[in-house]
């Protein structure tokens, strides 16, 4: 597979088809540490342009949230055709984004 769904949620099983690097960031719109967080990461990701990113707008019962074992937000998944690469959980430093990139772009 190499899109995901562009007007919902994409399941487990098309993230995990999804033939190249993804990074999937689960938050909400509200939650304080994800809107403080985005200056870092939309800098890191200015550097990948060819890296699929998708806002998971994540909570209580999310099936998606729940098979990644997502706990705070923001979290950052860095997928390479369904095998996870790294993980970024608040990011307080763009240090830590660039490694997660450079793995994922690494791996691909």
């Known amino acids: ?3 995901l769904p ?12 999804f033939d190249g690097p993804l990074v999937l960031e ?5 939650c304080p ?9 939309a800098a890191a990701r200015a550097g990948y342009p060819a890296i699929t990113h998708r806002k998971i707008e994540d909570g209580r019962g999310q099936p998606l949230g729940r098979s ?9 998944v860095f997928i390479n055709r369904g095998q996870e690469v790294a993980r970024v959980v608040r990011p307080q430093d763009g240090a830590e ?12």
Do not use: N, Y
């Open 26 to 30: 689960f938050g909400t719109g509200w």
């Open 68 to 76: 990644f074992a997502v706990k705070l937000w923001p979290t950052l």
């Open 6 to 17: 562009p007007d919902r949620e994409p399941t487990r099983a098309e993230v995990d088809a």
């Open 1 to 3: 597979m190499d899109s």
């Open 97 to 108: 984004l660039e490694r997660a990139f450079q793995a994922l772009a690494a791996a691909a």
């Open 33 to 41: 540490h994800c809107l403080g967080a985005q200056p870092l990461i």
